[in-house]
């Protein structure tokens, strides 16, 4: 018996993040992101970066997921904007399989958490 696995990403398939109201922004290139979007990244093409909003526009409200839908390879690279941090660092986040996530929230002036990697 055969069975059919569905991969596609739907709205479906975010619910379990429980994410308030969202705008749907599919990129393909760097671009400094709006709080709460839910962010499809393809990076089929080429690797490159997007980066938060400033934490103190969205404190303890914005909720950010960002998607690396294809991933072949290139990396998705998510960085703070500015002097603020994630998880106390400076460092930017990356993604580099299909499929993967970053579920962050904006908890302080500066401060960005990533609560998950899913």
């Known amino acids: 018996m055969s069975q059919t696995v569905n ?16 705008t749907l922004v599919a990129l393909s290139a760097a671009a400094v992101l709006s709080p709460a979007t839910v962010n499809m990244c393809d ?8 980066t938060l909003p400033s934490a103190a526009s969205c404190v303890g409200r914005s909720l950010v997921v960002f998607l690396n839908v294809y991933g072949s390879g290139h ?3 998510i960085a703070p904007s500015g002097s603020d941090d994630i998880n106390g660092s400076s460092s930017s986040l990356t993604l ?11 908890i302080a002036s500066g401060q960005w958490v990533a609560l998950s990697s899913l």
């Open 75 to 77: 990396t998705l690279t």
């Open 7 to 22: 991969t596609a990403v739907s709205l479906q398939t975010l619910a379990p993040l429980d994410l308030p109201p969202a």
């Open 43 to 50: 990076t089929t093409s080429a690797a490159f970066t997007v």
């Open 96 to 106: 580099t399989s299909a499929h993967t996530a970053y579920k962050l929230l904006s």
